[in-house]
Structures are given as structure tokens and as C-alpha cells.
């Protein structure tokens, strides 16, 4: 009888487990999804607050003249064209739709008198993040393979606790010569609200299961125990 009971309760228990294990699987999914998306869209307007502030300090803003020719207009008109910016359609392909935005134009046309400041961009970028109550560490790599630069900035959060990583990789430019990598470390702020109640409502849960089974097996040994002395 005891043997039935105590199998039958591992089961129980073991059940619980199970269930609880999946329902956290999930919450941690969830909350890690949402810090992703909200890094991705803090990192991007850190980029746009960093390449905003070299324009401005440059002259380029006010004798720019941006024109979107093509093969044969390019040749004729050579002679007025004191910089140009190439872009191959071979790279996006022949029935691709180019999505060029005013960003990219400005980022090709500093990027060799005021090139990305990833000190600066790592500064906006951890602004932005504490500004939001999120703190985490995290580390910029900036590539331009049309100059050969490759630069790297590591971001350590005053606040212990990241675990983990998710990788975010930005082209800055149509070509996508310019490359922005973000390694972005998950905080421990994942644990919390529905992660919390989920787990406290868990674990007293199983405590009330565990003294239930215990307080259980006494009075049926107290009964059996009786039972053998009648």
C-alpha cells in the first residue's frame, strides 16, 4: 500500500515538474525575444543619433547634391561629378528592389572623412539601454571592407549579471561594405514579472505537495503500525 502511494506520488511530483519546466521554457523565451527586439531598435537609433551628430559637424550636409543616375548618364555627365558613390546590382541582384535610404547615402560619404566613432556609437547605444532601465554588456565591431578597417569596443555594464548572447548584424551602407556587429548579452532582469509569479506559485506549490505526501505517509504508517498491534 505504501509502496503504491509513494510510486504514485513520484509521479505526481514528477508531473509538476514537467509542466512547471515548460511553462518557465516558455516565459524565458518570451522575455528574451522582447529584450532582443528592443535592443535591436535601441542599437538602430543609436546609429542614427551617431552618424546624425558627424554630420552635423561637417560641411557635407549643406553642399551635398544626391542624384540617382544610371550607366549612361553617368558617363555622359562624369565631368560634373566630383564624388560618386558606386553600387554593383550585381550584389543585390538583377530583379531586387533597392531600398537606399538617406542614412546609407550619408554613411558612404563619410565613412572616409568622418568614419563611424564606435566609442561614441558604444556611448549613445548604453545611454539609450539605461535610459530604458535595461543594463547589460555588449560588444560593437565595425568592418569596411572597401578600406580594410576592422574595430572592436566592449561595453561592461556597472551592474553584474549577464549570462548568454545573441548576435545582431547591421549593413550601414547599400553595398554592405559596411558592417556593424553587435554581441548583446542578456541580463538577469529576464527574471521577473510572469517568470516570478509563475515560479513562486511553482515552488510553493511543490512545497504544499511534498508536506502533503509527507503528513500522508505518517498516518498511514501511524495506521498500519496500529493495525499490526491489534
Do not use: C
Request: hydrophobic share 45%; charged share 20%.
Amino acid at each position: 500500500m505504501i509502496r503504491k502511494a509513494l510510486t504514485l506520488s513520484i509521479i505526481v511530483i514528477f508531473s509538476l515538474l514537467v509542466v512547471q519546466s515548460v511553462w518557465l521554457y516558455k516565459v524565458i523565451i518570451n522575455e528574451r525575444a522582447s529584450f532582443e527586439a528592443e535592443s535591436e531598435l535601441t542599437l538602430q537609433s543609436a546609429i542614427t543619433s551617431e552618424l546624425d551628430s558627424r554630420v552635423k559637424n561637417s560641411a557635407l550636409i549643406n553642399v551635398v547634391n544626391v542624384q540617382v543616375i544610371d550607366s549612361e548618364s553617368s558617363k555622359k555627365n562624369i565631368e560634373n561629378l566630383n564624388h560618386r558613390i558606386k553600387l554593383d546590382s550585381t550584389n543585390i541582384g538583377k530583379n531586387a528592389t533597392l531600398k537606399l535610404s538617406m542614412e546609407q547615402v550619408f554613411q558612404d560619404f563619410l565613412k572616409s572623412v568622418k568614419p563611424l566613432n564606435l566609442d561614441t556609437l558604444s556611448f549613445l547605444f548604453s545611454k539609450e539601454l539605461i535610459n530604458k532601465k535595461i543594463e547589460s554588456d555588449f560588444v560593437l565591431t565595425y568592418s569596411d571592407s572597401e578600406l580594410n578597417i576592422i574595430d572592436t569596443v566592449f561595453y561592461e555594464s556597472p551592474i553584474i549579471g549577464t549570462y548568454s548572447f545573441f548576435e545582431y548584424e547591421i549593413p550601414l551602407n547599400a553595398s554592405k561594405s559596411m558592417i556593424l556587429k553587435a554581441k548583446i548579452y542578456y541580463p538577469l532582469f529576464v527574471y521577473k514579472g510572469d517568470f516570478l509569479l509563475i515560479g513562486l506559485a511553482s515552488l510553493v506549490l511543490l512545497v504544499f505537495i511534498v508536506v502533503a505526501i509527507v503528513l500522508q505517509f505518517k498516518m498511514l504508517s501511524r495506521q498500519i503500525t496500529l493495525a499490526q498491534l491489534k
